[in-house]
């Protein structure tokens, strides 16, 4: 029966520790690309600006007469 190399097992336990805090910390400097689901909050007032909020409103008003 073979041996187990533990430091091959410990090395590979390092590298994942390593590969772990590397997309944390992209994640800290990229908060946008986590947050896919969240509302942001400008969204909301750059569509409020020039677009109609209503499917006719862009029409102008019958005239009466």
């Known amino acids: 029966m073979a041996t187990p190399n533990y430091s091959y097992e410990k090395r590979q336990r390092e590298l994942a520790k390593k590969r772990k805090n590397e997309e944390k910390r992209q994640r800290k400097l990229n908060p946008k690309d986590g947050a896919e689901g ?28």
């Not at 400008?42 to 020039?50: K, S, T």
């Open 38 to 65: 969240l509302p942001d909050d400008n969204a909301p007032a750059a569509a409020a600006e020039g677009a109609p909020t209503e499917p006719g409103s862009d029409k102008p008003a019958p005239a009466a007469g």
